[in-house]
């Protein structure tokens, strides 16, 4: 097999194609077969009434392994901006046949000093002595500047950084504190209110959307780049639906849209709140957000660790096993939403008051997904789980970690029909985590978990 050629196959009724891409493959791996999982008999019969009209014809044009951890990518023009554990990347792109790439610029994470308490085990002490490692988490584009989110999920460190990003080499001009900037290392992530630097997304009118994990959805005016400063916040008046840890959710990755509302245009975001649901939210005030409805789904909870009481003290993990709403993007009147082992969640929005339910996928198999010991992470026990969602035309992007790239043709919005699958054997380049698309070209970045090392990971672009 040719390096980088996607094989394309197609399953039950025309129009439907599952493909599956080994790309960046030579020698051993090229030998290797290809693995291509065709539609349950259910989604093939569903498909089969509303064939895809889109067509993908992805081909792998780079791979490159470099930058570790690439937990999110932004394509403007000719430019690819990555962010990771490397920090921040631009990358120049000319032509795709072939992909011509340019390096432009690395500005690397840095650590962050903190005050170490004498309790903390030696093996930490280590880790943290010459500071604490600030990656990067996510990137969002405005007025000649990217906004970088950054700070290690428990520290008590997380920042937003703008660069301006209009000259050769990016500038540092601002950094914003997210949450109590302490100076000493504290309790681990998880505890009621701890805050985050997550996701980030910019409107039109310079207000930045950050996820901020339990402290919920920060809103920061950035129309003066360089004097950033936190307008507003959202979060849920009353998170205590699960008594023993008051924590039912994290905002990750919310995004914002411009909806037509009782005869006026409102700025509306869209908060996946993790455990909790999805919450639309009238920002049109940043500081006085109002909520419009929610949309949520029943749930089994899942427990690991060892339980010291009955409210869990010294659980490590604490997790619903079925929905956990990690990311959303809006399309007309529908909100895709990402539900971690529940697949994508199609709601109708056209009035946000009231959020519906149309449509539903899941690429796994309940009884798989579901099959999870007491003791053991979901994450690496089940076999996919929606991350990020992106949406290009007709088609529907989601990242699904261990299971790769999925596309879904969404020109009928009420219909998930599914359109192509990019996987690499044996999870070559880990697990797909975050996605960027424009007219021409994909990215797909990736991370690949390490207990016993610094974590990897890659970043792959596409041609379609």
Avoid at 92 to 114: M, N, S
Avoid at 139 to 155: E, I, R
Avoid at 389 to 416: C, E, H, I, Q
Wanted: net charge positive; hydrophobic share 40%.
């Amino acid at each position: 097999m040719h390096r980088g050629r996607p094989t394309t196959r197609r399953f039950g009724s025309p129009g439907v194609l599952i493909l599956v891409l080994v790309a960046g493959c030579s020698g051993e791996q090229c030998s290797q077969t290809e693995h291509v999982t065709a539609p349950s008999a259910s989604s093939s019969a569903e498909a089969g009434r509303d064939a895809a009209v889109v067509d993908l014809d992805l081909k792998s044009v780079k791979v490159d392994r470099s930058l570790g951890f690439v937990a999110a990518a932004e394509l403007r023009g000719k430019r690819l901006y990555l962010v990771g554990d490397a920090g921040l990347v631009i990358e120049r792109l000319d032509g795709t046949k072939p992909l011509r790439t340019t390096r432009l610029a690395h500005v690397p994470t840095g650590r962050r000093k903190l005050e170490l308490p004498p309790e903390l085990p030696e093996p930490m002490r280590a880790q943290h002595r010459e500071g604490v490692p600030m990656p990067c988490n996510d990137v969002a584009l405005y007025a000649d500047h990217a906004f970088v989110t950054a700070g290690t999920p428990g520290s008590p460190l997380q920042e937003l950084r703008v660069y301006h990003v209009g000259t050769p080499t990016p500038v540092l001009v601002a950094e914003l504190a997210i949450g109590a900037k302490r100076a000493k290392l504290g309790p681990v992530a998880g505890e009621p209110g701890d805050h985050a630097a997550l996701g980030i997304v910019v409107d039109d009118r310079g207000i930045a959307y950050v996820g901020a994990a339990e402290a919920g959805m920060l809103m920061i005016d950035v129309k003066a780049p360089a004097k950033p400063a936190v307008v507003g916040t959202f979060t849920l008046d009353d998170p205590s639906k699960f008594a023993c840890t008051k924590v039912v959710g994290r905002v990750s990755w919310p995004t914002v849209s411009r909806i037509s509302l009782d005869g006026d245009q409102r700025y509306v975001a869209f908060v996946p709140y993790g455990a909790s649901g999805l919450h639309i939210v009238d920002v049109t005030k940043p500081a006085s957000p109002d909520v419009l409805g929610s949309f949520d789904l029943d749930r089994t909870w899942y427990r690991f660790g060892a339980p010291k009481d009955e409210c869990g003290v010294g659980f490590r993990v604490k997790r619903k096993a079925d929905y956990w709403f990690n990311s959303v993007v809006v399309r007309g009147d529908t909100a895709y939403v990402a539900a971690d082992w529940g697949g994508i969640l199609a709601l109708d929005i056209e009035n946000p008051k009231a959020p519906k339910l149309v449509a539903h996928h899941n690429p796994w198999h309940a009884s798989q997904k579901l099959a999870v010991r007491a003791d053991r992470d979901p994450i690496k026990t089940t076999p996919g789980r929606t991350v990020r969602v992106r949406v290009l035309g007709d088609v529907l992007l989601a990242t699904a970690a261990g299971a790769g790239l999925y596309a879904w043709d969404v020109s009928n919005p009420r219909k998930l029909v599914p359109l192509a699958r990019v996987e690499h054997p044996k999870k070559k380049l880990g697990l797909a985590w975050g996605v960027a698309a424009d007219q021409h070209l994909l990215v797909t970045t990736y991370w690949k978990p390490d207990v016993t090392a610094t974590s990897g990971g890659a970043f792959e672009v596409l041609t379609h």
